[in-house]
């Protein structure tokens, strides 16, 4: 098994994760990162129109593999 860590942020801030969790592999990592931005968005999420939280997987070595989102973006209704 391979150490993955999943930084996470909203916009340009960003929170190094410096403990990380051992997957399977990259399919597991994506699986743990997904629920991560879950709970990170029930956390987070504000009514602020053009907000993103995100979460990036960086692999043992540092090098960024994937990086998961949702955005948040308000529209009048009838646009």
């Known amino acids: 098994m391979a150490r993955y860590f999943f930084d996470s942020g909203d916009r340009d801030v960003v929170l190094k994760d ?3 969790i051992e997957c399977d ?3 597991s990592a ?3 990162a997904i629920e991560g931005l ?3 968005t029930r956390e987070f ?4 129109d053009g907000q993103e ?3 990036e997987i960086r692999d043992e070595h540092g090098e960024k593999l994937v990086r998961l989102s ?3 973006h308000a529209q009048p209704s009838g646009q």
């Open 53 to 55: 939280l995100f979460i």
């Open 45 to 48: 999420l504000e009514d602020i």
């Open 30 to 32: 994506r699986h743990q």
């Open 70 to 72: 949702l955005s948040l």
């Open 25 to 27: 592999g990259i399919a």
């Open 38 to 40: 879950i709970d990170l």
């Open 18 to 20: 410096e403990v990380g």
